[in-house]
């Protein structure tokens, strides 16, 4: 009784989904042998991890400071930053969105200007991410790799996927204005150029390339040629399934959907699991430095805040 006086069930549902997720991986897999495949992996494959966990952010933030142009001057340090604090607040707030709450504050700090125009290129930014992930997917689906389904059934899915998310947009999030697809278009209308779509749409897909290349690396590493193709088809979707508001930075969800899809294709839970275990350690890394950066947001604040009350006393 005290625990629901303290968080609502919605808070107490996305605590006890990842929990609950993660627990049944833990007693459905076998541990030992995720001990056996997490030896496998080299110096120089952890090394590549934490060095694209490392890239996420200043890719991000090239593309944040180029969308940010037309508002008004962002520089791609304080982009960055943004960033980083938005796979912080991932750690701690539902979904992969959640975390873009301080990186909208932390923009609207550093450039002054409302939260209403950090909210609209970070909505853009989010639309055009969304759309390169089906982009990825239909671009891997043509290569010629050794998948374990067939590429005619993941573009058919990826149709149908994209049929029924449009549905929901029209039906139900275009009806509400703080929709980040609402506020996508409210910038398109504002400040869109081709040269501007371009740009921001070649960073987007860079960027989730680079971001999502985790798991394929780690899947090759411990399973082959084979697994690591099978990976890089499933990861795009559970990529866009993972920022679904239902978890805590998609953290257990995330795990879930690696084994489930993977399970699918004939590869082992071990593997899936600890493929979607790197992801996740590797969004964690690139948020690790918010920790001190969140204390610059606030500071920032403060003496905006202060030079605010000055002026009103002059």
């Known amino acids: 009784m005290l625990f629901s006086k303290i968080l609502d069930w919605k808070t107490q549902l996305m605590l006890i989904i990842p929990i609950c997720a993660l627990v049944s991986l833990i007693i459905i897999s076998d541990l030992e042998k995720i001990r056996i495949l997490a030896r496998e992996l080299s110096f120089e494959i952890i090394g590549m991890i934490i060095l694209i966990s490392f890239i996420r952010p200043f890719l991000g933030g090239l593309r944040s400071s180029y969308a940010y142009s037309p508002i008004n001057y962002l520089s791609v340090n304080d982009a960055t930053k943004g960033y980083v604090l938005s796979s912080f607040g991932s750690i701690f707030l539902p979904s992969a969105i959640g975390g873009d709450i301080f990186r909208i504050e932390h923009m609207k700090n550093c450039t002054q200007s409302t939260r209403k125009e950090a909210l609209l290129v970070a909505a853009l930014e989010r639309f055009v991410g969304f759309l390169c992930l089906f982009i990825l997917v239909l671009m891997i689906s043509f290569l010629d790799l050794p998948y374990s389904v067939s590429t005619s059934f993941i573009i058919y899915s990826m149709v149908v996927v994209i049929v029924i998310i449009t549905l929901i947009i029209v039906v139900f999030v275009m009806n509400n204005k703080e929709s980040i697809f609402v506020k996508a278009i409210e910038y398109l209308k504002k400040y869109s150029t081709k040269k501007l779509l371009v740009g921001i749409f070649l960073y987007s897909l860079l960027f989730q390339f680079i971001s999502l290349s985790v798991p394929v690396i780690v899947g090759y590493s411990i399973g082959g040629k084979s697994v690591a193709a099978n990976i890089a088809l499933m990861t795009p979707f559970i990529a866009l399934f993972s920022t679904l508001p239902i978890s805590i930075?998609?953290?257990?969800?995330?795990?879930?959907?690696?084994?489930?899809?993977?399970?699918?294709?004939?590869?082992?839970?071990?593997?899936?699991?600890?493929?979607?275990?790197?992801?996740?350690?590797?969004?964690?890394?690139?948020?690790?430095?918010?920790?001190?950066?969140q204390k610059e947001l606030f500071s920032i604040k403060e003496n905006l805040s202060f030079k605010e009350r000055n002026y009103e006393e002059v």
């Open 249 to 293: 930075g998609g953290l257990g969800l995330r795990e879930a959907s690696y084994v489930g899809l993977g399970t699918l294709v004939g590869i082992d839970s071990e593997i899936s699991l600890l493929v979607g275990l790197s992801l996740s350690i590797s969004i964690i890394i690139s948020g690790l430095p918010g920790f001190f950066i």
